[in-house]
């Protein structure tokens, strides 16, 4: 078991991407602490889950957008288990319009989930490891659109190469007190966040002519990932983005 005694805090972890990851880390010996902000359905069965596999387990509702929730669910992570070693920032939402069409309140939305809850979380975090004086972890799940355009969504792009270059910079803030920090670049994976595009056959299809594996990733595949970088084999990786996309990054095609 490779995270045995440790324990993380994975936001958004209610269901898909996340929910894979805090059941995968359970499987390797992590306690856990489920956030979720509006799927308490999901986040429950999350619970049961990894109790079953013998760890121990919180949920706690925050809004990632709200940094005062945020921070008590930090302390309350603490405050329950003793410590934290792991955070996950996994929580993301996107919404779909041409730049002409954003409004304020939709890129405030995506903005302050993806990229304002995701630091101050990491602030948090940072503050308890520093203050205990510990090592830790910072995973954040970014997407292959922290480089590569997606026209129709210009504030999730922002964010997201917005948590490209936090990686980079804490990575360089945090080096001395021996935390580390990357990103993990999913591509199509299938989880309700692309629930359009996955009830749409034609774009589906021409989704899969772009991805060299031929075939959606699934949150499995960024979990296996997500606990590499929580584990010991990846003490002296930081401020890298891994990418699990099957491969869409780097494609071109002449058609
Ligand atoms: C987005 C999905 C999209 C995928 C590949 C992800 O970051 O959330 O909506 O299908 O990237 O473009």
Same mark, same amino acid.
């Given at each position: ?68 929730? /945020? @921070? ?7 405050? +329950?288990? *003793?410590? $934290?070693? #792991?955070?996950? =920032? &996994? ?52 997407s292959v659109h922290e480089d590569l355009a997606f026209?129709?969504f210009?504030?999730?792009c922002?964010?997201k190469g917005? /948590? @490209? ?7 360089? +803030?945090? *080096?001395? $007190?021996? #935390?580390?920090? =990357? &990103?993990?670049a999913?591509g ?22 772009q ?32 990418f699990?996309d099957?491969?869409l990054t780097v494609h071109?095609?002449?058609?």
């Amino acid at each position: 078991m490779r995270l045995e005694n440790m324990v993380a805090l994975v936001t958004g972890s209610s269901r898909s991407i996340g929910r894979s990851i805090a059941t995968q880390f359970a499987a390797e010996g992590a306690d856990i602490a489920i956030n979720y902000s509006r799927d308490e359905a999901g986040a429950k069965e999350a619970l049961a889950e990894i109790q079953q596999l013998g760890r121990r387990a919180i949920v706690i509702k925050a809004d990632m957008a709200d940094v005062a929730a /945020v @921070r008590k669910m930090v302390d309350q992570v603490v405050s +329950e288990f *003793g410590k $934290l070693d #792991i955070l996950v =920032n &996994n929580a993301g939402i996107e919404k779909k319009a041409m730049c002409w069409d954003v409004t304020e309140e939709d890129y405030d939305a995506v903005v302050d989930v993806n990229l304002k809850g995701l630091f101050f979380a990491t602030q948090a975090v940072v503050r308890h490891l520093r203050d205990t004086k510990r090592k830790g972890k910072i995973i954040n799940i970014s997407s292959v659109h922290e480089d590569l355009a997606f026209p129709g969504f210009a504030p999730y792009c922002a964010s997201k190469g917005g /948590v @490209r270059m936090l990686a980079r910079n804490l990575a360089v +803030e945090l *080096g001395e $007190l021996g #935390i580390t920090i =990357n &990103n993990i670049a999913p591509g199509a994976i299938e989880t309700p966040i692309n629930k359009n595009l996955l009830a749409n056959k034609q774009l589906l299809a021409a989704l899969m002519k772009q991805i060299p594996l031929r075939r959606l990733g699934q949150g499995s595949d960024v979990a296996a990932v997500a606990t590499f970088l929580a584990s010991k084999d990846a003490d002296y990786v930081t401020g890298s983005t891994y990418f699990v996309d099957g491969g869409l990054t780097v494609h071109y095609e002449e058609q």
